[in-house]
Structure formats: C-alpha cells, structure tokens
Nanobody
Framework: QVQLVESGGGLVQAGGSLRLSCAAS????????MRWYRQGPGFQRELVAV???????TYAESVKGRFTISRDNAKNSVALQMNSLKPEDTDVYYC???????????????WGQGTQVTVSS
C-alpha cells in the first residue's frame, strides 16, 4: 500500500525558514508530478508549488522567490524549502503525488497527512 508521510513544519517567526519533507513508500512503479498545497480553516486548498518528473517547477505568485520545491527521485521524496516566511503563510501544508502503484498502469493521486506551519509576527 502506498502512502505519503510528511515531516517538518512547526512554529517560526516572520522572516524565518522551514523545510517540509514528504516521502512516498510502498509498492511503486513510478512517481510523476508532485505538489504542495496549503489550506487554512474555512478556505479552499491552494496549490503552492509543483514539480514534474523531469524537474520543471511552478509556483503560486504569493510564494515565488521565497519557496523552493525539489525532489529526490532515488528516495521518492519531495521537499519544500520556505524562506522569508510571513504570517499569511500560516496554514496546514499537504503534499500530493501522482503515483503509479504496482502492478500499474493507472495513476493515483496520493496525499500526505498534512503538517501545520505557523508563522508568528
């Protein structure tokens, strides 16, 4: 069974940095696009950053220049480095990955459990 497990997050002062990690485990054929989302109470889930299997990245305008998404294909993992954090970055962050589980060939989107990021002013 495939699962995504997140780590990182926590409480940081404005201007500080945090790094989120997300690792996939289980019987996996391949991992395609990986994403980070965030969601605050009463709000829709917002796409923060995307990285394709080839390493191409895109970012929400609100985080461009501050956040960096990266992946380690050997470890089936994705990370989100968050710098110059602002109070408005406070949210629960979720990783998501489009994975082909064994035996294939269909792609399934899996989600991490979510991790709280709180930025104090």
């Amino acid at each position: 069974q495939v699962q995504l497990v997140e780590s990182g997050g926590g409480l940081v002062q404005a201007g500080g940095s945090l790094r989120l990690s997300c690792a996939a485990s289980g019987s996996i054929v391949s991992i395609n696009t990986m994403r980070w989302y965030r969601q605050g109470p009463g709000f829709q889930r917002e796409l923060v950053a995307v990285i394709t299997s080839g390493g191409s990245t895109t970012y929400a305008e609100s985080v461009k220049g501050r956040f960096t998404i990266s992946r380690d294909n050997a470890k089936n993992s994705v990370a989100l480095q968050m710098n110059s954090l602002k109070p408005e970055d406070t949210d629960v962050y979720y990783c998501a990955a489009d994975i082909v589980p064994m035996p294939g060939p269909y792609t399934v989107r899996y989600w991490g459990q979510g991790t709280q990021v709180t930025v104090s002013s």
